[in-house]
């Protein structure tokens, strides 16, 4: 099974930046895709951006289109997620996620992935 963790989170003030990353470990040579997703308090987890591993497709949601960019690195089993333009509505904690065998549903949601991390918190100050 693969496993992932998250690191690179933190506090930032509004404007600037972080990048996340994910180390997938166990498994990792079907991974079909990895995606970043977000959970502020009281609020569902919410789809964030993802890529096609074989291929580096990415997609993202609407609010971060243009100021975060999601990459991978094949040969060390990592998916980086850059943030820039920080806003305080980012704050959130951000989850990775896999989907470890080729799955044709949307991007989009959280029921398409069947890996998790445990989770990085992102605080953007005002």
């Known amino acids: 099974q693969v496993q992932l963790v998250e690191s690179g989170g933190g506090l930032v003030q509004t404007g600037g930046s972080l990048r996340l990353s994910c180390a997938a470990s166990?498994?990792?040579?079907?991974?079909?895709?990895m995606g970043w997703f977000r959970q502020a308090p009281g609020k569902e987890r919410e789809f964030v951006a993802a890529i096609r591993w074989s291929n580096g497709d990415t997609y993202y949601a609407d609010s971060v289109k243009g100021r975060f960019t999601i990459s991978r690195d094949s040969a060390k089993n990592t998916v980086y997620l850059r943030m820039n333009r920080l806003k305080p509505e980012d704050t959130a904690v951000y989850y990775c996620?896999?989907?470890?065998?080729?799955?044709?549903?949307?991007?989009?949601?959280?029921?398409?992935?069947?890996?998790w991390g445990q989770g990085t918190q992102v605080t953007v100050s005002s």
């Open positions: 996620a896999a989907r470890e065998s080729y799955y044709s549903g949307s991007y989009y949601m959280t029921t398409s992935y069947d890996r």
């Open positions: 166990g498994g990792t040579s079907g991974i079909h895709r």
